[in-house]
């Protein structure tokens, strides 16, 4: 482990293995669920009918973003010609500590040079898999 | 329902998403580390909105404040006393994203003291932070009046909770009158001054009987600063700050150096030496900063402060701090080389600021390495001899 602090959240203990978590009825668009594994939590979110799996510890104080509203957020740069403008709609993960934002997709913090590992997850046979 | 699903060490929870901040869940990751500590929390708040303090309030001014409480103010929440007074460009602009800022009640208060981790909780003003820099000090006196029979009234008596009285600086009579009514309550361990706008600042003579009622009851000095969405006085003013956050970032640190600048350099240390202060809610990185600012100064200039015995930095080593809000630092090392730069290791206490928006978590400050004496130090021992209480562990 390093001693950068922001990249100590990032060293999880995924295993590869492959995990099912919920009947997919359980989990329906809008909802999202908190897996623990060992000490690992993972943050996992059905978004209109498709699923994302990210860290679920926020790297800032530990705060679990599984709890973490999902919106949108501000944002000024080239391609808005430096004005600012409302984006990403529904899926930016606030966190609920101190509101750290972060991409929920790709698991890219917004304003920060840091990205939280995502997991693959999907639908199989009525069931929510994760890899992790 | 939540559904669960336990395959050796893997759990499912369905859970909610938080609309305001979540609470202590560092309390659950660190619960068995933190048991073998006294833990004190040096700055917690509790609802101490207007609507609270109405019926506490004396003679017109309870009249009067239950006719303001029935305008309805913009923000949140909607009897706040800062939002009243409030310069309103900010309003909405760091209000935009969640979590909300929260207060907590007492009921929160205790549910939180039960899960049997924090020793003490220290109870700081809240909504009534801003007082000093009321126009009219009277009013400022009689909320000061209504908040401390308040806190005494619903939070004495209560396990391991402890009041800080609050006075308003800019009338000193009636904050003398405020310690010798409370100043022997078993559960008041200290005397709150909102620095924020404070005018003179903290150190002149005028606030010396403050200082001689608080060392007559061997009540230590606690400063308190507020976020602020008003400036209108030392060190910084609304024009400064386009934003909420550079106002927050800068008000809280500048007040405090000004605020110690001024008590050590007014020679209260000397007229008072057994006379204990801290500064809370103003992070730690600015002390050395005006530690060895003031020891450079002092050289040339010291036939301005003919009092002083010592250099500044003697004075200000003597000084407790709260942690809170806690710099990001970027290296697990660099919180205990801080403070071995402010030679803080007996003056540091742990505090959260619980419930607001921008308390610390526990798991913020356990991340960083330090001996294990310093840690016990900082989250217990050191507050328990600066608010006189008792090792509970």
Redesign the interface.
């Known amino acids: 482990m390093t001693e950068r602090m922001t990249d100590q959240p990032l060293a999880d203990q995924a295993t590869g293995r492959k995990l099912v978590i919920a009947a997919a009825a359980d989990l329906p668009p809008g909802t999202r669920m908190e897996v623990r594994v060992g000490n690992n939590l993972i943050a996992v979110f059905n978004i209109a009918g498709t699923y994302y799996a990210i860290y679920g510890r926020c790297p800032h104080q530990f705060a679990p973003l599984s709890r973490g509203r999902l919106q949108g957020t501000v944002i000024c740069n080239a391609q808005t010609n430096w004005e600012t403008e409302w984006a990403h709609e529904g899926e930016v993960l606030v966190c609920p500590g101190h509101a750290m934002e972060f991409l929920v997709k790709t698991g890219q913090a917004i304003g920060y040079n840091l990205k939280l590992r995502t997991y693959p997850v999907y639908e199989e046979d009525g069931q929510v898999v994760l890899i992790a | 329902m939540p559904?669960e699903?336990d395959?050796l060490?893997?759990?499912?929870?369905?859970?909610?998403?938080?609309?305001t901040?979540?609470q202590d869940?560092?309390l659950d990751?660190y619960g068995e580390a933190l048991a073998q500590y006294t833990i004190v929390d040096t700055d917690v708040h509790v609802d101490d909105t207007l609507m609270r303090m109405v019926d506490y309030m004396e003679g017109h001014y309870q009249k009067r404040l239950q006719a303001a409480l029935q305008a309805d103010f913009r923000g949140e929440p909607g009897n706040s006393l800062r939002n009243m007074i409030a310069h309103v460009n900010w309003l909405g602009s760091s209000y935009d994203?969640?979590?909300r800022a929260k207060l907590a009640t007492k009921t929160e208060l205790l549910e939180r003291m039960q899960l049997g981790i924090i020793n003490y909780s220290i109870l700081f003003p809240s909504e009534l932070l801003p007082i000093a820099y009321l126009p009219d000090p009277k009013w400022a006196a009689a909320l000061a009046t209504a908040y401390n029979a308040f806190m005494v009234d619903e939070y004495g008596n209560l396990p391991g909770v402890k009041i800080a009285l609050v006075v308003s600086p800019n009338l000193p009579d009636h904050a003398v009158e405020q310690i010798a009514k409370y100043g022997n309550h078993k559960d008041v361990v200290a005397v709150c001054v909102p620095d924020v706008g404070v005018n003179p600042p903290i150190g002149d003579r005028k606030y010396w009987p403050i200082f001689e009622a608080a060392d007559h009851y061997h009540l230590p000095i606690a400063l308190h600063g507020i976020e602020a969405l008003v400036h209108d006085n030392y060190p910084l003013r609304v024009s400064h700050f386009p934003t909420l956050m550079q106002v927050h970032s800068m008000g809280f640190p500048f007040t405090g150096m000004l605020q110690v600048m001024s008590v050590v350099c007014e020679g209260v240390p000397v007229r008072f030496p057994k006379l204990k202060f801290c500064v809370v809610e103003a992070g730690l990185t600015w002390i050395p900063f005006i530690m060895y600012r003031l020891d450079t100064a002092y050289r040339q200039y010291r036939t301005e402060l003919p009092a002083l015995e010592q250099k500044p930095s003697d004075y200000i080593r003597e000084w407790y701090w709260g942690t809170h809000e806690l710099e990001?630092l970027?290296?697990?090392?660099d919180l205990r080389k801080l403070i071995e730069l402010y030679q803080g290791e007996d003056t540091t206490m742990w505090a959260s600021d619980w419930p607001h928006?921008?308390r610390?978590?526990i798991?913020?400050f356990m991340?960083y390495d330090m001996s294990e004496a310093m840690r016990r130090k900082i989250l217990g021992e050191n507050a328990v001899r600066f608010f006189n209480l008792e090792q509970r562990k």
Not at chain 2, 9 to 19: G, M, P, R, S
Not at chain 2, 330 to 333: I, N, W
Request: charged share 35%.
């Open positions: 559904s699903i395959d060490d893997i759990k499912a929870t369905k859970v909610d998403a938080a609309f901040p979540v869940q560092d990751q994203k969640p979590p990001a970027p290296k697990r090392g928006l921008e610390d978590l798991a913020g991340r």
